[in-house]
């Protein structure tokens, strides 16, 4: 119930920042299908997990990187609300939270890339989106994120005695095109099947992200 309630802030608090510094366009090519969904987006940038929150009213649980949830009242934020952290090195116990999670009927977020996109394009996806997809044989739908790069702050940070950079981006247009459901059978320890599914995952996400390009060069 509390989580439920900062959940809802925290959308409230996002949507008036949205409204006030970014101009959001958001276009679905078909509505969700009902029960949970594994919803796989590109990175463009370290805030996207924030601006995702404003696509539906119910909760989403998302995978994030467990250097997120060290920033100080952001990361106490992320665990009341039940984001699922990222551990290097706990692959199987992070993906077997959020398999669970969708069992629960909560659907569950993924960046496939791992990493903040590349500015001339896509990182590889991992294996994880393909098998988590196929453990929990629930439908995945893919969503295309473009920016402008110049509204981006890159900020230097430190993670755990690592240096690292923020990608925040502050203001301008911002754009999210919400692909069909995807439908996958087979057996996630089928390593070929897995790059198979993930890249089939990817490819959706790459041509979504190329619709969304578009209109922020319009809105340019």
Not at 63 to 73: C, D, E, G, H, Q
Not at 133 to 159: D, E, M, N, Q, T
Request: glycine share 8%; proline share 8%; charged share 20%.
């Amino acid at each position: 119930m509390i989580s439920r309630f900062l959940y809802r802030i925290a959308q409230i608090i996002i949507r008036a920042y949205a409204v006030l510094l970014l101009r959001m366009d958001v276009r679905w090519h078909s509505p969700l299908p009902k029960g949970p969904v594994l919803f796989a987006a590109n990175h463009p940038s370290t805030t996207d997990p924030i601006f995702v929150h404003l696509l539906t009213r119910q909760p989403v649980r998302i995978m994030i990187t467990n250097k997120a949830f060290s920033i100080p009242v952001l990361g106490t934020l992320m665990r009341k609300v039940n984001h699922i952290s990222v551990i290097p090195g706990k692959g199987e116990e992070v993906l077997e939270e959020a398999r669970q999670a969708l069992a629960r009927g909560q659907s569950v977020m993924i960046f496939p890339e791992g990493l903040v996109s590349p500015e001339d394009g896509f990182h590889a996806p991992r294996s994880g989106v393909a098998r988590l997809a196929l453990k929990a044989g629930v439908p995945v739908v893919p969503l295309g994120i473009s920016l402008a790069r110049k509204g981006c702050r890159f900020i230097p940070a430190v993670f755990d005695g690592q240096p690292d950079i923020i990608t925040w981006y502050l203001h301008g247009p911002y754009a999210i095109t919400i692909g069909r459901p995807l439908y996958f059978q087979g057996d996630a320890n089928d390593k070929p099947a897995v790059r198979g599914v993930a890249e089939k995952i990817m490819e959706h996400i790459r041509s979504l992200a190329g619709e969304s390009r578009k209109r922020v060069w319009k809105a340019m």
